[in-house]
């Protein structure tokens, strides 16, 4: 069964840091692209970053460029996203996703999600 | 970053026939296909429509979506309760090192 499951949510003071992963099985994980998706309270979903499926390409929304990085290791089915100074505004539920071997493919198997709270 | 444009809501009674909008620019539907997915409460969102008109398996065939220039739409015939949900347009844009924009999502309810 293919699946994804995220970990390392919880809260954090505005100005912190946190690292959530994303654990991969059931399918060739060094084939696919990884996305990750937030949505925040009432609101829509809203695309993250990426990383391509050797993790030599990575791309970040505008929102967060700078401040967040991707990681992947192969070797343990997993990814990183490493969420450095962060914001009120990042309070969010966390997915990650599993693309195809581009951009334009949809993301097809998704996480439960995890929530991160940014809050004193 | 612009997000993709959808109708906040739509409604319509069981054995209607639905159609939700999603438009975009050049760099991202004008170029690209057009994925959708559906999100209910609690759930994980699902991929519902791949490649602008393509389904996943599992997927029942009430779900159908087009695309035209620099927009799409999903199409839901033969209404039923359980469809009741969000749905969300996706493509990607080439701008920059190339992300991912979303529609805004747009309500669905079973009257």
């Known amino acids: 069964e293919v699946q994804l499951v995220e970990s390392g949510g919880g809260l954090v003071q505005p100005g912190g840091s946190l690292r959530l992963s994303c654990a991969a099985s059931?399918?060739?994980?060094?084939?696919?692209?990884i996305h990750w998706v937030r949505q925040t309270p009432g609101k829509g979903l809203v695309w993250v970053s990426r990383?391509?499926?050797?993790?030599?390409?990575?791309s970040f929304a505008d929102s967060v460029k700078g401040r967040f990085t991707i990681s992947r290791d192969n070797a343990k089915n997993t990814v990183y996203l490493q969420m450095n100074s962060l914001r009120d505004e990042d309070t969010a539920v966390y997915y990650c996703?599993?693309?195809?071997?581009?951009?334009?493919?949809?993301?097809?198997?998704w996480g439960q999600g995890i929530l991160v709270t940014v809050s004193s | 970053q612009s997000m993709l444009t959808q109708p906040p809501s739509a409604s319509g009674t069981p054995g209607q026939r639905l159609t939700i909008s999603c438009s975009g620019s050049?760099?991202?539907?004008?170029?690209?296909?057009v994925n959708w997915y559906q999100h209910l409460p609690g759930e994980a969102p699902k991929l519902l429509i791949y490649?602008?008109?393509q389904r996943p398996s599992g997927v029942p065939d009430r779900f159908s979506g087009s695309k035209s220039g620099t927009s799409a739409s999903l199409a839901i015939s033969g209404l039923q309760s359980e469809d009741e949900a969000h749905y969300y347009c996706?493509?990607?844009?080439?701008?920059?090192?190339?992300?991912?924009?979303f529609g805004g999502g747009t309500k669905v309810t079973v009257l």
């Open positions: 050049s760099s991202n539907i004008g170029t690209n296909t």
């Open positions: 990383i391509n499926s050797d993790g030599r390409s990575t």
């Open positions: 996706a493509a990607w844009d080439d701008r920059s090192a190339g992300y991912v924009v």
């Open positions: 490649a602008s008109d």
């Open positions: 059931g399918f060739t994980f060094s084939s696919y692209w």
């Open positions: 996703a599993r693309g195809g071997s581009s951009g334009s493919y949809g993301l097809d198997c």
